[in-house]
């Protein structure tokens, strides 16, 4: 897999969440963020996220996938 956007998921009101993997300071990492539509119609990050090292993406996974059973 290369860097870059895994999903955007619409949200409304012209926001996205955003998944994807990113590098920062040589080290992947898994991001979850609420990206917004500016007023020239772009999209924006917001602070409304969170970055997932690679060291936990195996336990978030595990939590997501017990989270969707209990839907």
Same mark, same amino acid.
């Given at each position: 897999m290369s860097d870059g956007i895994i999903k955007d998921i619409d949200r409304g009101r012209g926001e996205v969440l955003r998944i994807e993997v990113s590098e920062y =300071? !040589?080290?992947k990492n898994l991001n979850l963020?609420?990206?917004?539509?500016?007023?020239?119609?772009?999209?924006?990050?917001?602070? =409304? !996220?969170v970055t997932v090292a690679p060291e936990h993406y195996e336990e978030l996974k595990e939590?997501?996938?017990?989270?969707?059973?209990m839907f």
């Open positions: =300071k !040589g080290k963020r609420i990206w917004y539509t500016d007023k020239e119609g772009e999209l924006k990050p917001t602070q =409304k !996220g939590a997501i996938l017990e989270a969707g059973s």
